[in-house]
Every structure is written in structure tokens, then in C-alpha cells.
């Protein structure tokens, strides 16, 4: 029984990603630098990519790691844009925080 | 055994680190702290015998996401935000954390009690799902279009980039 919990499984794995998850989403929900948010972003990514392979290698089944691949490749395209976003943010209003843009007034 | 100590080492590594991303003040230590969740993540990889998987992980994040994210850090100017990090407001704060807490709370009840659902899954260690042939097999044939259109996705992500970099002002310029 002490063996079980020890000894890493399936559940083992799925924690950690759970954790990684809701550590990305309290970024993205609490912080105030949008940089860090993106950051946090990418943090839940990583955390989804590792259930898919976790699940991919415990059914015995390759298509978890193809899609890993796939997700690894949108989220380097997101970060592109979403940076190219931030750079135009700061040179036309010179601000990172969040709250600065709550309003939307353009 | 060996497993069993790096199953522990890796996740313990992301798992921290991914904490130091969360509460740095300084945006550059969380860039810095991310290279190490990634660098976690991938031991986790390659303790479910994905190598390739891993690799292209660190290759990917470690070595071009995050040193884009460097490179912007690098041209603002970090300081002048102080040492408030989280947003203020003590009913959404609230709220907020409420919601994260619910959510971790949901993943893991979750988490133990399917187990009993999924908890005969036993990998075949003998027969390598992951190794690169396998892959490509897979990914060129049942994935075919998907990959085509994450070819032309990367060929509009430059160029939406580019434009959006070269944006001037908009409609409410100042």
C-alpha cells in the first residue's frame, strides 16, 4: 500500500500537472504584468502537454506525443504574437500593467 | 528506482520553479525560473520515455520562446512597476482565489477518486510508443492536414508580427 503511494503512477503525474495548471492560472488571473501573464499562459500549456503524454503512455498510445508536438508548435506561434501585442502596448501607452487597460477606451 | 527518484527530482524542480515564475517581482527572474520549469517538465518527458517528445520541448520553449520573452523583458523597462506584483481588490482578489482553490481542489478530488477507473492501466514498457518513427508515422499520415495548416499557420505568424509591430497609433492615437 505505502508502495502505491510512492512509486509514481498515473495519478502521480496527472497531481503534478494539476498543480503546474492552477499555478498558471493564478498567474494569468492575479498578476498585474501582462509579460507574466503570457508566462503564466505558457506554464498551462506545459502543464496540458504532460497530461497528454502521460495519458499517451499509459494507454500505449503514440497519438498523445503527436499532439504534444502539435500544441508545443501553437503556443510558440501564440507567444510570437502575443509579444509582437505587448511591444505595440508599451510604445503606445508606455504601461504593462494590466489594470490600464481595463477600461478598453482604445 | 532510478525512476522513482527522477519522477520526484523533475516534478519537485517545475513545480517550484513554476511557484518563483508566480512570485518574482522582477519579470526577469520569472523568464529565468520558466527556462527551469521547462527544463522540468522535460525530465518528466523523459521519464515517460518520450525523448523526443523532451527534446523538442527544451529546443522549443527553453530555446526560443523563452529567450523571446527575454529579449522583450529586456527592451521595457522593468522597474518602474514596483513591488506590487498581484492586482489589488480585495472582493475579486477574493473571488479570484476562491475560484483557483475550487479549481485545485475539483482537479485533485478528480484525480483520486477515478483512479479506480484507470488505475489497471499498466504501460507496455516492451514495445516504445514514442520513438520517432512511430511518430512521424502517425503525425504524416491520420495528421496529415493538421500539419499543413500549422504550416501555413507559421507562414502567417511572421508576417502578422511584422505588421503588428509596425502598427502606428491606431484609432486613438496620442
Not at chain 1, 57 to 86: H, P
Request: charged share 10%; glycine share 8%; aromatic share 14%.
Amino acid at each position: 500500500m505505502l508502495s502505491d503511494m510512492i512509486i509514481p503512477g498515473l495519478g502521480h503525474y496527472l497531481l503534478v500537472a494539476g498543480v503546474l495548471f492552477t499555478i498558471g492560472l493564478v498567474g494569468v488571473l492575479m498578476r498585474k504584468n501582462i509579460i507574466v501573464i503570457l508566462m503564466s499562459i505558457e506554464l498551462m500549456l506545459n502543464a496540458v502537454n504532460l497530461t497528454f503524454v502521460t495519458f499517451g503512455y499509459y494507454l500505449n498510445d503514440a497519438n498523445g506525443a503527436v499532439i504534444t508536438l502539435f500544441v508545443i508548435a501553437v503556443a510558440a506561434a501564440e507567444a510570437a504574437v502575443g509579444l509582437a501585442i505587448v511591444v505595440t502596448l508599451f510604445k503606445n501607452f508606455n504601461e504593462l500593467n494590466i489594470r490600464f487597460f481595463e477600461h478598453l477606451k482604445g | 528506482m532510478m525512476d522513482v527518484f527522477m519522477f520526484y527530482i523533475f516534478s519537485a524542480i517545475s513545480i517550484v520553479s513554476a511557484l518563483f515564475v508566480l512570485f518574482s517581482v522582477n519579470p526577469v527572474k520569472s523568464v529565468l525560473w520558466l527556462v527551469s520549469v521547462m527544463v522540468g517538465v522535460s525530465g518528466l518527458f523523459f521519464t515517460l520515455s518520450a525523448p523526443f517528445v523532451a527534446m523538442v520541448q527544451i529546443l522549443v520553449y527553453a530555446g526560443a520562446v523563452v529567450i523571446l520573452f527575454l529579449f522583450v523583458v529586456m527592451i521595457f523597462d522593468v522597474n518602474h512597476e514596483g513591488k506590487q506584483i498581484f492586482s489589488y481588490g480585495t472582493f475579486t482578489s477574493g473571488l479570484k482565489v476562491l475560484f483557483a482553490g475550487g479549481f485545485a481542489g475539483f482537479l485533485v478530488f478528480q484525480i483520486f477518486f477515478q483512479m479506480n477507473r484507470f488505475g489497471y492501466l499498466i504501460p507496455d514498457k516492451s514495445a516504445p510508443q514514442f520513438e520517432v518513427r512511430n511518430l512521424s508515422k502517425i503525425m504524416f499520415t491520420d495528421y496529415m492536414l493538421l500539419f499543413e495548416v500549422l504550416g501555413l499557420l507559421l507562414l502567417v505568424i511572421p508576417i502578422g508580427t511584422v505588421a503588428l509591430s509596425r502598427i502606428k497609433g491606431g484609432t486613438h492615437a496620442k
